[in-house]
């Protein structure tokens, strides 16, 4: 499954994170996904349930931000949410446009506990 590798490269970049801060356990993490990016949030979430045992993220909340897609026209200047997978703008109907938001993968915060 695609989304248990991204897992488990959340779960090293969080683990190198609390290394460097020499953290003791990690309390929260903050994901952003975007609904574009090519990852299931659902099938991540799943994932990342089964990926934590043991590891740094075990007790930590993850959260997962969901951020919508938006595209812009690049012939008129409009801002709109691109619908499936069709891209023309609803304004002047022209194909090129440019998804600017909604294709991001990447983590937004992680916040650890020294107190051990
Ligand atoms: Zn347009």
Redo the contacts with the bound molecule.
């Keep these: 499954m695609h989304e248990m590798s991204i897992a488990l490269s959340i779960i090293d970049l969080a683990a190198d994170q609390a290394k460097k801060a020499a953290a003791s356990k990690i309390v929260e993490i903050e994901l952003d996904i975007g609904t574009m990016s090519g990852i299931e949030i659902e099938a991540l979430n799943y994932a990342l349930e089964i990926a934590v045992k043991d590891s740094v993220l075990e007790f930590a909340e993850i959260k997962i931000n969901r951020i919508e897609a938006v595209s812009e026209?690049l012939?008129?200047g409009?801002i709109f949410v691109p619908e499936g997978f069709i891209y023309h703008?609803p304004?002047?109907s022209?194909t090129n446009t440019r998804v600017f938001k909604g294709k991001e993968m990447q983590v937004r915060s992680i916040l650890v506990d020294y107190s051990e």
């Design positions: 026209c012939e008129c409009h703008c304004e002047c022209k």
